[in-house]
Structure formats: C-alpha cells, structure tokens
Nanobody, 124 residues
C-alpha cells in the first residue's frame, strides 16, 4: 500500500513563494505519476499539476497555476515538489498529493493514493 506524506504548507503574503513536498512510501512507490490537487473552503477539488512516472517527466498544469507553479521530481524518484511563486489569495487551499501508475488517472482525480493534505494560506 502506497502512502503519501505532504509537507511545506504555511502562510505567506501575496506575491510570495512556497514549496510543497510529497514523499511516497510503501508498495511500488517508485516511478509513480504524482500530482497535486487543492481544495479551498466551500469549493470543489481542483487539479493543480502532475508529473509522469519513469524518465520522461512530462508535466501538466491546471490553467489557474500555469506559469506560476512548477512541479518537479527529486533525485529520489518517490519525491515530488511543487514550487509555488507569485502566490495569490485565491491560491489559499488545502493542497493534496495524489499518485498512480498512470498520469491520466491522477489528472482526472481518480488516483488511488492520496495524502492527508497541507494548508496553504495566502494573505493580501
């Protein structure tokens, strides 16, 4: 059973930056496609970004974060990072890490593995 653990959330002023981390452990945790979703209070869960497994490292971003957020994989292939720059108050949400063997299922929110979430708060 794969487990995901997020870290790096916090509070920042608008225009600032944060970096989130997600570490996968257990099961076949290497070479998973890993991504991020977020859910603001009272709103639906929103796709943020995904990076494919294996070596191609293909990335896909949600429209609202394109050009501001960057997802990368660490040297340890079971770790991904989400660098968030030029943060806006509307980026405030709980951010969840998700993983599966195929990026397509992560993108549509059907990944079988999810973390507990980390809060990001952006003040104006």
């Amino acid at each position: 059973q794969v487990q995901l653990a997020e870290s790096g959330g916090g509070s920042v002023q608008a225009g600032g930056s944060l970096r989130l981390s997600c570490v996968a452990s257990g099961g076949t945790s290497n070479n998973l496609a890993m991504g991020w979703f977020r859910q603001a209070s009272g709103k639906e869960r929103e796709f943020v970004a995904v990076i494919s497994g294996w070596s191609d490292g293909t990335t896909v971003y949600g429209d609202s974060v394109q050009g501001r957020f960057t997802i990368t994989r660490g040297n340890a292939k079971n770790t991904v990072y989400l660098q968030m720059n030029s943060l806006k108050p509307e980026d405030t949400a709980v951010y969840y890490c998700a993983a599966d063997h195929q990026a397509r299922t992560v993108v549509v929110g059907l990944a079988p593995y999810w973390g507990q979430g980390t809060q990001v708060t952006v003040s104006s």
